[in-house]
């Protein structure tokens, strides 16, 4: 099987979509998880004197995604082997904080789909995928852009 590329006719290649909603237990989890220390996370009172409609989610909280997601119809499409696949780099731009009842609609797409030669004679596989999370309005609230990277077999 090809893996998708970025060279779609229409530009990079969807590969899931995912919906999911910023529950506050979750936060909780995440606060408690990375010590987060700031009561905007923890108290709707000092999320509201922040301008916030509740409490606010921690910076990483849209990883929460993966477990609504298909990840192994994930793996096959892009024709990876598990095993030999490691998190490169994630970076999270925020439009806007997320709160807890936010409804979030996430479309991820491979926006690159590279393969190297590495010094010791194998490959390297590096795979870019993009994921654009929009609330119920529709606008982007954050955009996810991940690298990962499927080591060579020998």
Do not use: N
């Not at 709160?99 to 991820?108: E, I, K, P």
């Amino acid at each position: 099987m090809t893996a998708p590329g970025a060279d779609g006719p229409d530009g990079p290649v969807e590969i899931d979509r995912v919906e999911f909603e910023v529950e506050r237990g979750k936060i909780g989890e995440f606060v408690r998880a990375t010590a987060v220390q700031d009561p905007i996370h923890r108290d709707s009172a000092a999320a509201r004197s922040a301008g916030l409609a509740d409490i606010a989610a921690t910076a990483t909280h849209v990883v929460v995604a993966g477990h609504h997601r298909d990840q192994l119809a994930f793996v096959r499409a892009l024709g990876l082997d598990l095993p030999r696949v490691v998190v490169g780099a994630v970076r999270w731009d925020y439009e806007r904080p997320l709160v807890a009842g936010d409804s979030l609609r996430g479309m991820r797409h491979v926006v690159a789909d590279e393969r190297r030669a590495t010094r010791t004679g194998g490959s390297l596989r590096r795979i870019t995928l993009r994921t654009d999370y929009l609330d119920a309005a529709d606008t982007r609230v954050v955009r996810v852009t991940e690298t990962i990277i499927e080591r060579s077999a020998s």
